[in-house]
């Protein structure tokens, strides 16, 4: 199959099978580490750093520290409370929990004592919860607040394995057998200098094989998976991260992603063992205000905050008007010179970097002090990374390190790095590990980081693993002089009827650059054309049918007049210039609600179920085919 010339994604249509050897097969060489253990970075940490702010977190309006020796104490605790009630290596504990600091500290208890932690997803609606805590035989469930221990006590009937919820706010009222405070005070009392010898002794002694955690995936179809990760997998991917970035004293992170997902989890791990400072967001909200607040160095994030703030961006620039929005778009403009000099290896000269000087002093300044004025950098995975928004970031000065892996590889696959750059990839290999690409595209890993296997599915882990102990991820991909590049996820790929394949992320990520544009969904398999559903950005389709002077009573009102789907209509054709008319949605649908987890269309990691959504919106999509 050939795409036309000038198309963008042209290479996803070019057959697999022409492309040179050198180029399908990547790897970041040699470990260069012996097989570890988590623990080690943990008492590590503690002994090498001692800072008075090892985690942060926001009480009463004021933020609060604990440092090393804190951690460290409250984490024995924990343990030696667990095993008081009857916890022994090798149970399972769930976490069902927001992120802040008795995640870490309950999660660091667990995995010291050789207990198996399962992580839950606290945006689970209650019915999703039982399968999970009864396939892992979960004994001991650690909830955060009141509405979590309730939501807990509702389903509690269906999970006859599950002895004792321990509450971290929420209390015996709420539905809890104890709450976290009573469980420290039960390890405080079996606390002495020779237990925390013991204790220290018992966590040193778990071998790399050892099961570290339980994570179920979401998945798209079918009941959820549990991802058995061993201590190795996570401990070989933290120092092979450490190794490709590098941190540096007195880093500050904000964490606000799912601790219950491995990306913020490994990711935490990583930072605490290099003595940075670790501050939890009150919520995903309040991200904007936080950043303002602690100040931080990096953070990592999956691509939706970098879409929002650049769409805010753009939103204050064109609101602006007049001579601020066109210092806006002379500095973008200049910004992409430059970032195109940077990124060829040039050192911009003469009178683009006067230029380039003037627009960080009128503009791009303004964007670093809303992330608080210090970050040096983000590190950006869980999702396709639109290159025009890292472009922008690139060359507004804030660099965003995109990287590439699952929950099944611990997860770090590859990853760009502040010395091995390049926009529109995921970086090259981690150290020990390799990628290949398949002869039908899809992208291959083998290594330290791949997963021991689903639990209780060995045909499952057999469909995943082959053999040779290659991980089949699932994604399409390809590879440019070492460096991966993702195009999209095998199962998604679009077939027309004319036999044409269609990868819809890169365009659906095109069209959400587009401030108008909340959510893009293409749909067109096995139909005679492409359409897109879409959801708009209500605040900004709102402002703009208010300064049309359109008046209407609600949302669904205003996605049925003509006038906001000419409007819509519009903006999503603009996106899509350079396409090949197979590749071209023909029809565009407005949705008037954007997607949720509750209504199972997105997973708890914000990733969108197209089948879902095209079995829930199949009578909107059946009337434009119609049409």
């Known amino acids: 199959m ?54 942060m977190h926001k009480v009463g309006g004021a933020w609060r520290s604990l440092s090393h020796a804190t951690v460290l104490e409250r984490v024995r605790h924990i343990a030696l409370g ?6 022994a290596p090798g149970d399972r504990v769930g976490i069902l929990a927001e992120n802040r600091p008795e995640w870490a500290l309950t999660d660091y208890a667990c995995i010291c004592s050789g207990v198996i932690d399962v992580p839950v997803y606290p945006t689970l609606p209650a019915e999703q919860v039982p399968y999970i805590l009864n396939d892992s035989g979960t004994k001991v469930l650690f909830v955060s607040t009141v509405a979590q221990a309730q939501k807990v006590a509702s389903i509690r009937s269906e999970m006859p394995g599950l002895q004792w919820v321990i509450g971290f706010d929420a209390t015996k009222a709420d539905g809890c057998d104890v709450t976290l405070a009573e469980l420290e005070a039960m390890g405080a009392k079996q606390d002495s200098p020779e237990a925390a010898a013991k204790f220290k002794a018992d966590a040193l002694a778990v071998k790399p094989d050892h099961l570290l955690t339980l994570i179920y995936t979401s998945g798209t179809t079918g009941n959820p998976k549990g991802v058995m990760l061993t201590h190795d997998n996570v401990y070989s991917n933290c120092i092979a991260t450490q190794n490709s970035i590098p941190l540096a004293g007195g880093d500050v992170a904000l964490s606000f992603l799912p601790l219950s997902h491995i990306f913020e989890r490994m990711g935490d791990y990583y930072l605490f063992s290099n003595g940075v400072t670790i501050a939890y967001a009150e919520s995903i909200d309040t991200v904007p205000i936080n950043m303002q607040e602690v100040r931080p160095t990096l953070m990592m994030s999956v691509p939706r905050l970098y879409e929002k703030i650049y769409a805010r961006v753009l939103e204050n620039a064109v609101a602006s008007g007049g001579l601020k929005a066109r210092i806006f778009f002379w500095a973008r403009a200049v910004g992409e010179r430059w970032a195109d000099e ?26 670093k002090e809303r992330t608080g004025g210090r970050m040096r950098f983000f590190i950006s995975g869980g999702a396709p990374l639109s290159p025009q928004i890292n472009k922008f970031f690139y060359s507004a000065g804030l660099t965003i390190l995109e990287g590439y892996g699952l929950t099944e590889t611990s997860p770090v696959i590859s990853a760009n790095t502040v010395a091995d750059f390049r926009i529109g990839t995921v970086g090259k290999p981690l150290a020990g590990v390799e990628v290949r690409i398949a002869s039908d595209g899809e992208i291959l890993t083998r290594g330290p ?23 089949h991820t699932g994604d399409i991909g390809e590879i440019q002089d070492g460096f991966v590049k993702i195009t999209d996820r095998k199962k998604d790929i679009i077939v027309t009827a004319g036999g044409k394949n269609i990868a819809p992320q890169p365009i659906e990520n095109r069209l959400k650059t587009n401030k108008y544009v909340s959510q893009a969904v293409m749909i067109g398999d096995k139909r005679k054309f492409l359409i897109v559903l879409i959801v708009p950005n209500w605040d900004q389709v709102e402002k703009w049918a208010a300064e049309q002077n359109i008046v209407w009573t609600s949302r669904a009102e205003l996605l049925n007049m ?54 829930t919106n199949a009578e909107i999509i059946e009337q434009l085919y119609v049409e």
């Open 2 to 55: 050939t795409a036309p010339v000038g198309s963008p994604y042209a290479s996803l249509a070019n057959t697999l099978s022409s492309v040179p050897a050198p180029n399908r097969y990547a790897s970041g060489g040699p470990r260069h580490e012996p097989p570890g253990i988590v623990n080690a970075l943990f008492f590590n940490a503690i002994e090498k750093h001692a800072l008075p702010n090892a985690l």
């Open 342 to 367: 940077k990124l060829a290896g040039r050192e911009p000269g003469g009178l683009l970097a006067w230029q380039y000087g003037l627009a960080q002093k009128l503009v791009f300044s303004k964007l």
């Open 449 to 471: 980081h791949v997963m021991k296997g689903y639990y209780k599915a060995p045909e499952a882990t057999a469909d995943a693993i082959d053999p040779e102990g290659w991980f």
């Open 562 to 615: 003509p006038t906001i789907q000419s409007k819509m209509e519009k903006e999503v054709k603009g996106e899509l210039t350079g396409l090949g008319s197979y590749e071209t949605p023909k029809k565009v649908g407005l949705l008037e609600h954007d997607f949720s987890i509750e209504r199972g269309e997105l997973t708890p990691k914000l990733s969108v179920k197209r089948r879902v959504v095209e079995k």
């Open 82 to 87: 667990m095993a008081q009630l009857g916890v």
